[in-house]
T-cell receptor
Framework: EAGVVQSPRYKIIEKKQPVAFWCNPI?????LYWYRQNLGQGPELLIR????????DSQLPKDRFSAERLKGVDSTLKIQPAELGDSAVYLC????????????FGSGTRLTVV | KNEVEQSPQNLTAQEGEFITINCSYS?????LHWLQQHPGGGIVSLFM???GKKKHGRLIATINIQEKHSSLHITASHPRDSAVYIC????????FGQGTRLTINP
């Protein structure tokens, strides 16, 4: 099994430019998570999907961040426009459903905004 | 105060040493995860615990629900074990510790 697949692996953009990240979760995993991890810190949840519904987006900066999960499978996370402080690793994870189930994380996208 | 505290923050040891990383939390949880993160950024799930003890190869994880404490042990440590180890507790969502950076020298 391929695991949680994320792309791109690395991205460098100038501030004020848009950027998008893509995530393909484990087949059959209904719950999908986007996390942001700043250097030296633990990941912080941005948004959680149950199938195609965003059930927790309270930490998503909605003025510049958006996400979608069409058909309840793949998901994209977009930032427009990017700011210097958005430089971080963006991690996608999936699990069968919300609750005490195993999580599988992707390799992450390391974003550098210059 | 963070809901999840790990110790130590950094740990350097020699190959072969027995390693212990500790995690304390302050809230009621439904599960606790131990995760491994290598320099490239990807995270690997090592264990999910809700009670007792789990073992996988040279890795052992224990949890004491009453004391709100978990430990991750590595026996016969090896340089390839060098990584950041993260404890995360499941409340309504995963709450992560800041991680323990482990370096095993040959």
């Amino acid at each position: 099994e391929a695991g949680v697949v994320q792309s791109p692996r690395y991205k460098i953009i100038e501030k004020k430019q848009p950027v998008a990240f893509w995530c393909n979760p484990i087949s059959g995993h209904n719950t999908l998570y986007w996390y942001r991890q700043n250097l030296g810190q633990g990941p912080e949840l941005l948004i959680r999907y149950e199938n195609e519904e965003a059930v927790d987006d309270s930490q998503l900066p909605k003025d510049r961040f958006s996400a979608e999960r069409l058909k309840g499978v793949d998901s994209t996370l977009k930032i427009q426009p990017a700011e210097l402080g958005d430089s971080a690793v963006y991690l996608c994870a999936s699990s069968m459903r919300t609750g005490p189930y195993g999580y599988t994380f992707g390799s992450g996208t390391r974003l550098t905004v210059v | 105060k963070n809901e999840v505290e790990q110790s130590p923050q950094n740990l350097t040891a020699q190959e072969g040493e027995f390693i212990t990383i500790n995690c304390s939390y302050s809230v009621g949880i439904s599960a606790l995860h131990w995760l491994q993160q290598h320099p490239g950024g990807g995270i690997v799930s090592l264990f999910m615990l809700s009670s007792g003890k789990k073992k996988h190869g040279r890795l052992i994880a224990t949890i004491n629900i009453q004391e709100k404490h978990s430990s991750l042990h590595i026996t016969a440590s090896h340089p390839r074990d060098s990584a950041v180890y993260i404890c995360a507790v499941l409340v309504e969502k995963l709450v992560f510790g800041q991680g323990t950076r482990l370096t095993i020298n040959p």
